[in-house]
């Protein structure tokens, strides 16, 4: 048993349960014991794009019960662990091996070799499976309600709008049943040809994202993840089928498995002035069917 291998994880196929074998316990730090195991279903943070946080659950061998305190991306490239933020690559850099690190108390009693069952709690699961999947979505409304605002050609989006969301994001985080994106409208969009002026109003802007949010919903059409494997550091895409067209995104967290779980996608804008531009917060919130 080696940690050569890296985990293998299931929540990307929407399991919540899981049994493994404990590959490595480490100290973690902080009185946590990092605990290893070959295969899970609990969704870690990744450091390097933390969107998506934790899932919250439990872990369970012979010797009893652990609440999971948090659960990180791990690395080796042979000697020794890195956890978390002292990860120095991001994941599925070649040369490296990344696992899933259920951190524990501890005083918990887990050896090399045991059988461990990992209970992620459902509810929790669920809500940041919605909010990401509205969070895909959102991107996507508002590259399209945008694309009059750019003056250049630019790199397209999964739609083939220009992708304001990849260019100018600064921040993206999961939030349960929604999530917060956080954009910054300086030199260098403007230079790539963004015309500011562009977002206009932003409760108007919010209407046209709205507007194309409630149609995508009202088609509810089936969200998948597609793998190329599955270890944790294997590409996974989002596909989500549209009216008319298939979205596909890069991305390593859970989803929803037809936009027909969701009863309305909503988005919400904020502008602030910093230096050398404008910061845009866009908040989505998400009912569910
Ligand atoms: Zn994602």
């Given at each position: 048993m080696s940690l050569a291998a890296g985990t293998v994880v299931t929540y990307p196929?929407?399991?919540?349960?899981?049994?493994?074998?404990?590959?490595?316990?480490?100290?973690?730090?902080?009185?946590?014991?990092?605990?290893?195991l070959d295969r899970t279903a609990f969704h870690p943070v990744d450091s390097a794009w933390p969107d998506q946080p934790?899932?919250?659950?439990?872990?369970r061998t012979a010797a009893g019960e652990s609440v999971v305190l948090d659960a990180?991306?791990?690395?080796?490239?042979?000697?020794?662990?890195?956890?978390?933020?002292?990860?120095?690559?991001?994941?599925?850099?070649?040369?490296?091996t990344f696992f899933v690190a259920h951190l524990v108390d501890g005083a918990a009693t887990v050896s090399v070799g045991d059988s461990a069952e990992v209970t992620v709690d459902a509810a929790y699961r669920g809500a940041l499976s919605a909010g990401h999947t509205a969070c895909h979505l959102a991107s996507l409304a508002l590259d399209a309600a945008l694309a009059d605002s750019w003056r250049k050609e630019a790199p397209a989006d999964a739609l083939g709008a220009p992708a304001f969301d990849a260019?100018?994001?600064?921040?993206?985080?999961?939030?349960?049943?929604g999530s917060r994106d956080v954009y910054r409208?300086?030199?260098?969009?403007?230079?790539?040809?963004?015309?500011?002026?562009?977002?206009?109003?932003?409760?108007?802007?919010?209407?046209?994202?709205?507007?194309?949010?409630?149609?995508?919903?009202?088609?509810?059409?089936?969200?998948?993840?597609?793998?190329?494997?599955?270890?944790l550091a294997d590409r996974r895409t989002w596909v989500c089928e549209l009216p008319g067209a298939e979205a596909r995104i890069p991305c390593g967290g859970t989803h929803v498995a037809s936009l027909g779980e969701l009863s309305a996608v909503t988005v919400a804008f904020e502008a602030s002035p910093v230096e050398g531009g404008v910061e845009l917060v866009m908040t989505t919130t998400v009912g569910r069917a």
């Open positions: 196929a929407g399991a919540v349960r899981s049994v493994g074998t404990v590959l490595h316990v480490a100290d973690a730090g902080e009185g946590r014991l990092a605990v290893i934790a899932d919250r659950g439990s872990l990180v991306v791990g690395a080796t490239r042979g000697e020794g662990i890195v956890l978390g933020p002292d990860v120095p690559v991001r994941t599925g850099t070649d040369g490296w260019l100018a994001i600064q921040d993206s985080r999961i939030l349960p049943d409208i300086g030199k260098s969009l403007r230079r790539r040809g963004f015309d500011p002026d562009g977002l206009g109003d932003l409760d108007a802007l919010a209407a046209r994202v709205n507007a194309q949010l409630a149609a995508w919903i009202a088609a509810g059409g089936v969200v998948r993840i597609e793998r190329d494997g599955d270890a």
